[in-house]
């Protein structure tokens, strides 16, 4: 059984809670939608699973979206279908009545990956979809010289890839998703050339890491990046970045067929 919050919220985060301003911070990227639609194929309906506010589902044609969190689903624009209320563990759906399905980042934040997944293959004919993080690579980010917590508690959580594939039937790609440099879903690295952005504490709040850290944490951050950030330091080793197009981090989309 999986265990719920008032909000409704079904994973190790409380978005009743940190989820107020998440649809300003976390705007789809057009650039990432490509990925994820060339992932589903063209597929005429697709399940969204831990919707959220709705990022990405301009990827597919005709979505229905599963959304636990009552302030998530409160998020999501007027031209979007609304939301059920479910969770991945237990889709209230027919075996395989959806021609392909995904979840957005949100498979590190589920009680039960594996039953989530078989869930989804159940409920699903063709490609299963996710876009997650590799937790092999998310502490190779310039971040993790500063708040190696945040990206300590990232590579906890996000399930290993092998696992994802395992969980869908050892059937499974992976392919890295390149990041752009004015990336407009600001997950951690979408600011690998704009630091600044960091500073901001509604920034942060909209990737969850941050919510598993205390103030002293978020304090020792804020005062280290902004110290070399005013010396010039952080742009000595890392400003490069500024300039390059595309970060290719720990960002990855894997796909699993029947």
């Known amino acids: 059984m999986t265990t719920r919050t008032q ?10 809670s940190i989820g107020a301003g998440y649809s300003s911070y976390r705007r789809p990227d057009e650039r990432i939608a490509r990925f994820v639609a060339e992932a589903l194929g063209g597929a005429e309906s697709v399940l969204n699973v831990g919707a959220g506010a709705g990022s990405y589902e301009n990827a597919a044609r005709a979505v229905t ?20 209320d479910a969770v991945a563990e237990e889709l209230p759906f027919a075996d395989g009545e959806f021609e392909a399905a995904m979840t957005l980042f949100s498979v590190h934040q589920w009680s039960d990956v594996r039953a989530g997944l078989r869930e989804m293959r159940r409920v699903t004919r063709g490609p299963v979809v996710i876009l997650t993080c590799d937790p092999l690579l998310v502490r190779d980010f310039w971040l993790y010289r500063y708040a190696p917590e945040v990206l300590d508690t990232e590579a906890r959580r996000y399930p290993a890839v092998e696992e994802l594939i395992a969980a869908l039937g050892d059937t499974g790609t992976v392919q ?19 630091p600044e952005y960091l500073l901001d504490p509604a920034a942060r709040q909209a990737c969850s890491a941050w919510s598993f850290v205390d103030d002293g944490v978020r304090e020792r951050f804020d005062t280290s990046l902004r110290r070399d950030l005013e010396s010039g330091a952080w742009d000595e080793e890392f400003g490069h970045l500024r300039r390059q197009a595309t970060y290719e981090g720990s960002l990855v989309i894997v796909r699993a067929t029947p």
């Open 7 to 16: 909000d409704g919220s079904a994973g190790d985060v409380d978005y009743g």
């Open 65 to 84: 979206a599963v959304e636990p969190s009552e302030s998530m689903r409160a998020q999501r624009p007027a031209r979007l279908a609304r939301a059920i």
């Open 176 to 194: 890295t998703v390149p990041i752009p440099l004015d990336c407009t879903d600001g997950f951690n690295e979408a600011y690998y050339g704009r």
